[in-house]
């Protein structure tokens, strides 16, 4: 009797509580948020409009993040330390490049040593063109910036990748959608028309109401034999090899939702610790594998029901984190196993604790176009992509 | 029965029986002063969500009240015939298919500088947020405007896609709508004349404040996730943001300094915004036209026991032409005397809060509404009932008050 009256004194207390939890969040045990931008403060933070996480990384302890700006602000790049859970540096990407808006590349990194490389897009209408630029993080996640020079005299760079054992960059860049290579010790540069639109394909794109920001591809990736992968018109994928400078394009094209073809392009690619290599259409959201020995995909399907896979970085035990969704929606984390399939995490909603808020805040993730895994492999990094964006950081689940 | 005597004390101090202190009621305030006025011809009719407000053009009172589904009734009072009016359904008067569903008003309904008032629409509902591609999913909310005179509803069209539009605010100089989005506390600033949306960015974290409010030049403000004041200064058309944050009280939980004000009323006289926070701290605000002004500190919304400060819930706030504040304790089962919402007195001269009635709260469950008041000194509130406690049993109606005389 006593049970009974105690289930039911229990069951009154928390029934409404669970009666109203409609849905609930991501939010496992070790997550956090890293405050990184606020206005009028004397903590080291990102100022408002100028913090749109668009690139990130991890150099040991410390976030690498390169961030998009509003037209007329510049871009920022930022370290935060993991250990620390706050911001360690700010560099205005202005002191070392002027009249750029954004950095969008990724980051990718140098053969040793803690040094990195971003590319990025000019202010519009500025008659600037995109540089490279290197970065390198000390222990102490200061970084020093050094502006390697415009690829493309006027153009901005809209994708880029870097093989270290080559030293040798690649890129695409915007408006043109041209296609560069530039080798970092011998200093020679070339540029490629195969991966324009044609004419007919500026039509289409025009039939489409398209700019180039919205149908050129947003990320290269290299495979294990120094092959370069990207998007090019329409809704194909092309491959370049630079051992014989020649460009193939793949018999597969990019998954597709019937009669959206012309919006298909790359939004993301992985590359995980066992050389599988991930790739997202941003026309609808499409998850894919790349088989670079036969030179094909398999369409894994859809994440969410929601357009755009920004963003997507390995987990342990060959899982995949991504983050499906963009504006005018919300972006949702999932995760992708070549066993267990998908599953669909949600808003993401972790734990803020930072000076002046020392009781907590929940902060909860609706637009992130950024992630990077830890270099242990421990941690799952998500930037922002808002006018005051935050890191959104959860343990990477150690599943068998 | 150890164990069931825990529980039961555990349920006590969840429910707040023991969170108040006896304060006698003010005998001189008697049922005679308040008036609860039914909504007509709308027997579905739920609830009613801050969708109050009145326009000085005519005198009159506005509100909004939906079945929080997909109906919203407006309605108009008249103090002068004591008349109270649906004029209709927004789906009707402001043309909306059915694609463009609406769960239900949620903002304030504010005057704009032709005699016209401002409103936005909700969704209201939990599938607003998660069926955004569904047949039966959220369009947006929209701006809405009402002439008076010709009794027209303009659409003004949707703020963002997929968002709510919780509150407005209007710059009676200028025109300028302000709004705040949900569920990602986007900054709106709308410009009629032109067909200008202006989308400022996200200000807030997890859970979205409701309140926006506009000082004497037309500026805007809202607040960010740590409780500071953001202006919008019209005249840069920038947002300007407070250093420090509005006060709460020690161990006020970060969910309730998140959400940051609740309602606000305003002393033309002494040029005065008086806020109430969402962790129930009253505050005296003192605007100036640009940067931050200042604010002073006047203490709880009601006494409590040490801890239980930030407690009290209170989303309505008005103030007499006595320069008294007056707001209804109660709701989302925060109440100060168990089962009761209780109407308060508040002098910011001496800062004390007195109880002057007391309701059951199968009569009085919840009450909304920011700075309503006629040119005879009735204040009004947006309140409803909850008789049985489920999702259905809400009565919304409105609340007409007078400290200093008999209600009709």
């Given amino acids: 009797m006593y049970n009974r009256i105690i289930y039911s004194l229990i069951a009154l207390f928390f029934v409404p509580a669970i009666a109203s939890a409609q849905y609930t969040f991501f939010n496992p045990k070790g997550s956090f948020a890293v405050e990184a931008s606020l206005e009028n403060t004397d903590e080291l933070r990102m100022p408002i409009y100028q913090n749109a996480m668009s690139s990130l990384t991890v150099s040991g302890d410390f976030i690498l993040g390169g961030t998009t700006a509003e037209k007329g602000l510049s871009p920022l790049f930022f370290t935060s330390s993991l250990a620390q859970r706050k911001l360690a540096a700010i560099k205005p990407l202005e002191d070392f490049a002027k009249g750029q808006l954004s950095i969008g590349t990724g980051f990718s990194k140098a053969k040793s040593g803690n040094v990195f490389y971003a590319g990025t897009m000019p202010q519009p209408e500025s008659g600037f063109g995109g540089h490279i630029i290197e970065l390198l993080v000390n222990p102490q996640g200061q970084i020093a910036v050094k502006d390697l020079g415009e690829p493309v005299s006027g153009e901005g760079i809209f994708a880029m990748t870097f093989n270290p054992d080559k030293n040798e960059f690649y890129g695409i860049v915007h408006p043109s959608g041209k296609f560069f290579s530039f080798n970092l010790k011998t200093g020679k540069k070339q540029i490629y028309d195969q991966t324009i639109p044609s004419e007919n394909d500026l039509d289409t794109y025009h039939s489409f109401a398209l700019e180039p920001k919205d149908y050129l591809g947003r990320a290269l990736v290299i495979d294990q034999q120094g092959r370069i992968y990207g998007s090019r018109a329409i809704n194909k994928l092309f491959c370049f090899d630079p051992a014989t400078q020649s460009f193939s394009v793949l018999k597969d094209e990019l998954p597709f939702v019937w009669g959206r073809e012309a919006m298909g392009r790359i939004d993301s690619w992985a590359k995980m610790p066992d050389g599988t290599i991930y790739g997202s259409n941003a026309a609808d959201g499409q998850l894919f594998r790349l088989d670079p020995l036969k030179q094909t995909i398999v369409n894994l399907g859809k994440p969410i029901m929601m357009p755009r896979i920004m963003a997507m970085t390995p987990g342990k035990n060959g899982m995949l984190y991504g983050v499906a969704g963009a504006s005018p929606g919300y972006a949702h984390l999932f995760s992708y196993h070549p066993q267990k399939g998908f599953r669909d995490l949600g808003n993401p909603e972790f734990r803020m604790i930072t000076p002046g808020l020392e009781q907590g805040i929940n902060w909860r993730g609706f637009q992130i176009a950024s992630m990077a895994t830890s270099q242990n492999g421990n941690y799952i990094i998500m930037g922002e992509n808002e006018s005051l964006s935050q890191l959104m950081v959860f343990p990477a689940e150690d599943l068998p | ?408």
Avoid at chain 2, 213 to 222: I, L, Q, R, S
Avoid at chain 2, 243 to 253: C, E, H, M, R, V
């Fill in chain 2, 1 to 408: 029965m150890r164990i069931v005597c825990f529980i039961m004390l555990l349920i006590a101090q969840a429910t707040g029986l023991f969170a108040y202190q006896d304060t006698s009621l003010n005998k001189s305030i008697s049922e005679q002063n308040i008036r609860f006025i039914n909504y007509p011809d709308f027997p579905e009719a739920h609830s009613t969500w801050g969708s109050i407000g009145y326009n000085p053009a005519n005198n009159n009172v506005y509100v909004g009240v939906t079945n929080h589904a997909d109906k919203v009734g407006f309605y108009e009072y008249d103090p002068a015939r004591n008349q109270i009016q649906l004029h209709g359904f927004l789906s009707d008067l402001g043309h909306l298919r059915p694609f463009q569903w609406q769960g239900k008003m949620h903002s304030k309904i504010v005057a704009g500088p032709q005699g016209e008032i401002y409103f936005s629409t909700d969704g209201g509902e939990s599938r607003e947020e998660y069926l955004m591609d569904h047949p039966h999913g959220y369009a947006g909310g929209f701006f809405m405007k009402w002439n008076p005179a010709t009794k027209q509803l303009t659409n003004l069209g949707m703020g963002m896609q997929y968002e709510s539009i919780k509150d407005v605010e209007v710059d009676m100089q200028s025109g300028l709508v302000y709004g705040i989005s949900y569920p990602q506390a986007h900054f709106l600033v709308y410009d009629p004349q032109k067909n200008l949306l202006q989308d400022a960015g996200r200000l807030g974290s997890a859970h979205v404040p409701r309140v926006l409010f506009t000082d004497w030049w037309g500026n805007c403000y809202y607040v960010d996730w740590r409780q500071r004041l953001v202006k919008y200064e019209k005249s840069t058309g920038k947002l300007v943001f407070a250093k420090q944050s509005l006060p709460a009280f020690p161990g006020t939980p970060g969910g309730k300094i998140v959400t940051g004000i609740t309602a606000f009323a305003k002393d033309h006289d002494k040029k005065a915004i008086y806020l109430v926070t969402y962790g129930a701290k009253l505050v005296a605000f003192y605007p100036q036209e640009t940067g931050i002004g200042k604010w002073e500190d006047l203490g709880g919304v009601y006494e409590m026991a040490k801890g239980e400060e930030w407690k009290p819930y209170v989303p309505n706030l008005n103030i007499g032409l006595n320069g008294k504040l007056y707001y209804v304790i109660g709701g989302h089962g925060n109440y100060v005397r168990k089962d009761k919402t209780v109407l308060i007195e508040f002098d910011p001269e001496q800062r004390k809060a007195n109880i002057l009635l007391e309701f059951p709260i199968g009569r009085l469950t919840e009450v909304t509404g920011s700075d309503i008041r006629d040119k005879d000194g009735n204040m009004y509130f947006a309140g409803r009932k909850r008789p049985d406690r489920s999702e259905n049993g809400s009565v919304p109606f409105l609340i007409k008050f007078n400290p200093e005389k008999e209600v009709k």
